[in-house]
């Protein structure tokens, strides 16, 4: 059973950085796109950041494009989110999420596995 284990939230001030990551076991990494969602107080979960199956592509909300790089590492089987120059509003619950041979959704509805969420505030 392939599981996703997050780490790296935690609290830190506008223009910080951070970085999640988001480990891959139960599975072969290199056969799962990742994506990373978050969900703010009140809102609805959104799309971040998506790494396809075999790394060749990625996408980006348009809020975090410019800000935050979303990488892979076959010899941890582990992605990462490098979210840099952070702002209050990137306050969320973030979430790791993978699906089978994915090829870089948007929708969290495309994606059957999922990270335990960890909490990022941003302060100003």
């Known amino acids: 059973q392939v599981r996703l284990v997050e780490s790296g939230g935690g609290l830190v001030q506008a223009g910080d950085s951070l970085r999640r990551s988001c480990a891959v076991s139960?599975?072969?990494?290199?056969?799962?796109?990742v994506a990373w969602f978050r969900q703010a107080p009140g809102k609805e979960r959104e799309f971040v950041a998506v790494?396809?199956?075999?790394?060749?592509?990625?996408n980006y909300a348009d809020s975090v494009k410019g800000r935050f790089t979303i990488s892979g590492d076959n010899a941890k089987s582990t992605v990462y989110l490098q979210m840099s120059n952070m702002k209050p509003e990137d306050t969320a619950v973030y979430y790791c999420?993978?699906?089978?041979?994915?090829?870089?959704?948007?929708?969290?509805?495309?994606?059957?596995?999922w990270g335990q969420g960890t909490r990022v505030t941003v302060s100003s």
């Open positions: 139960g599975g072969i990494f290199s056969t799962y796109a």
């Open positions: 790494r396809s199956w075999n790394g060749y592509n990625s």
């Open positions: 999420a993978a699906v089978y041979y994915g090829g870089g959704s948007i929708s969290a509805t495309s994606y059957d596995i």
